[in-house]
């Protein structure tokens, strides 16, 4: 029957450490696909999941094993694969691809405990964040497209201090200390997986200031992986030529320290990949459709859709460099990802909608 299988969900993996920005990156996914997503309503409010018309996000804290007090008994992190239950994370994402309701748990963040079930029915996009969305082998295989946000440590230190100095009040000494208590497990759990992903965005400090060690101004390379279907990498100017670019001249005036692109072919974890780059920061909307007009194969509908789309929600964070650019970008892709998988299951060959 052609019209079940048309209504699987489309299901995404996004992976990061926790404050690196993928909620962010989730509300201008949800956007793109038309909606802003919303907590389930008349739910538990401290449900972790949003969902839009199109869409449905969970975030995989949803699967500890262990809750706070469980994970301070035992002495183990959140990020330790012993702290999470991946046999119902699996059997939970596999029904859901399958079109099957589940009960799935509640994180309570607040709390630290796991609160009762709520009941997730399969949307359009299923998207799980968090953690460790590939980090078991049966989980990732379910992936239709995946994402790791790779935050260095240098600007994942700048943030955390912006958030739980500036709004939470903690000291400089227990933020870097926290960073410093959870660097161990990261590597051993969280960082391996962007090995997996069919798009890293990696966030790395300026090269334009020497020396600069504010974390404002940001260096940011969007990794994208050839061969995968149904993903087709954006470019600057030729495909599969090495390019370094700055827009800014005769043109385009930039103020300090400038815009510059880079773009090429490269290998990443033993993958052909391509890597687009851009360090320093927007001004101005000018510069942003200057660059967007040089781009190719954006997957957008029409000219200026990156542009009108980081427009629209300027008050995210990283609406003025690579971080809101690359995750607009990516966003744009998996609705054409989705596009394309809808459109094979109903035998037709996909649109192709491309500027
Ligand atoms: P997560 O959902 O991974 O915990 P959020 O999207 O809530 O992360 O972001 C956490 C914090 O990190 C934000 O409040 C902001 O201070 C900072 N942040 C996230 N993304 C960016 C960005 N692109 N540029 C600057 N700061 C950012
Ligand atoms: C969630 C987050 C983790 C964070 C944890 C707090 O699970 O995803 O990144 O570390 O909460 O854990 P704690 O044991 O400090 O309560």
Sequence with gaps: ??????????????????????????????????????????????????????????????????????????????LDPRANNFDLMYEQVKAIKEGQAVEKPIYNHVTGLLDPPELITPPKIFVIEGLHPMFDERVRDL????????????????????????????????????????????????????QYADAVIEVLPTQLIPDDNEGKVLRVKLIMKEGVKHFDPVYLFDEGSSITWVPCG?????????????????????????????????????????????????????????????????????????TGLFQTMIGLKIRDLYEQIVAERAGAPAEAAKV
């Design 250 to 322: 005769r043109k385009l005036t930039c103020s300090y320290p400038g815009i510059k692109f880079a773009y090429g072919p490269d290998t990443y974890f033993g993958n052909e990949v391509s890597v687009l780059e851009m360090d320093g920061q927007f001004d101005r909307l000018d510069e942003l459709i200057y660059v967007e007009s040089h781009l190719s194969n954006l997957s957008t509908k029409f000219y200026g859709e990156v542009t009108q789309q980081m427009l629209k929600h300027a008050d995210f964070p990283g609406s003025n460099n690579g």
């Design 143 to 194: 992936l239709d497209f995946s994402i790791y946000l790779d935050i260095s440590d240098e600007v994942k230190f700048a943030w955390k201090i912006q958030r739980d100095m500036a709004e939470r009040g903690h000291s400089l000494e227990s933020i870097k200390a926290s960073i410093e208590a959870r660097k161990p497990d990261f590597d051993a759990y969280i960082d391996p997986q962007k």
């Design 1 to 78: 029957h052609v019209s079940c299988s048309v209504d699987k969900p489309v299901v995404i993996g996004l992976a990061a450490d926790s404050g690196c920005g993928k909620s962010t990156f989730m509300r201008r996914l949800t956007s793109v696909f038309g909606g802003a997503a919303e907590p389930p309503k008349g739910g538990n409010p401290d449900s972790n999941t949003l969902i839009s018309d199109t869409t449905t996000v969970i975030c995989l804290d949803d699967y500890h094993s262990l809750d706070r007090n469980g994970r301070k008994e035992k002495g183990v992190t959140a």
